[in-house]
């Protein structure tokens, strides 16, 4: 009898968080320190016909004591059209739809608050496949998703024209991120970087519609 392997579950700095949280298949927990209360997301990539469609994501949410006992559907976010649909059925009044507007408010300064807590549930953000490695358990995401990953940042910052092979990766990022603040939604940004109050007004969901 095949017996599971357990969940490694690995709390994250919010910063790791940023970037992990659409890489297609995020699933993450949120913990409210002072009441106890925690709440499981899943943040995936749609699909149609097979392929992924760009930058449009359905929401699921999983909360203790939900007499459902399951994921509740929330709705589709658009982080292109900087919009969330939510779905019909899901009432408004539902503890997971109103910490996932809290959270895309306060995205940018999740550091200020210390009863929170973010963990990824063992699996990677971007292909879903348990995480084995240490280094990938820290970051939640595996090694060869990372490398893509790093691989699609550097290929965006050389076709705006900005990298430069003697500059690090970080060093790189920093130069592009001058030329155009928008890439913090689109590049791997490490973690150690802090947005600026000029970058944080172009980050996708500091300028969420539905805010």
Request: glycine share 8%.
């Amino acid at each position: 009898m095949r017996t599971r392997r357990p969940k490694t579950r690995k709390n994250i700095t919010p910063a790791q968080f940023r970037n992990f949280i659409f890489q297609g298949r995020a699933v993450f927990t949120l913990e409210n320190a002072d009441t106890g209360n925690y709440l499981t997301y899943k943040i995936r990539q749609i699909k149609k016909s097979g392929k992924v469609v760009p930058n449009q994501f359905k929401v699921e949410c999983k909360s203790l004591g939900d007499k459902e006992y399951g994921y509740q559907f929330l709705g589709f976010l658009d982080i292109a059209k900087v919009t969330f649909r939510p779905w019909g059925r899901t009432s408004r009044d539902h503890i997971g739809y109103k910490t996932l507007y809290w959270m895309l408010r306060n995205l940018e300064v999740l550091e200020n608050y210390t009863n929170l807590s973010i963990y990824h549930e063992g699996a990677c953000c971007k292909c879903g496949m348990p995480l084995t490695t240490p280094e990938s358990i820290d970051q939640g995401i595996g090694p060869i998703c990372m490398d893509r990953m790093l691989g699609g940042s550097a290929q965006i910052m050389k076709d705006l024209g900005t990298w430069d092979d003697l500059l690090s990766y970080e060093e790189n990022v920093k130069k592009a991120l001058k030329v155009d603040p928008t890439l913090w939604s689109k590049i791997h940004v490490p973690d150690h970087i802090k947005a600026s109050d000029d970058h944080k007004g172009t980050r996708v969901l500091g300028r969420l519609g539905i805010l």
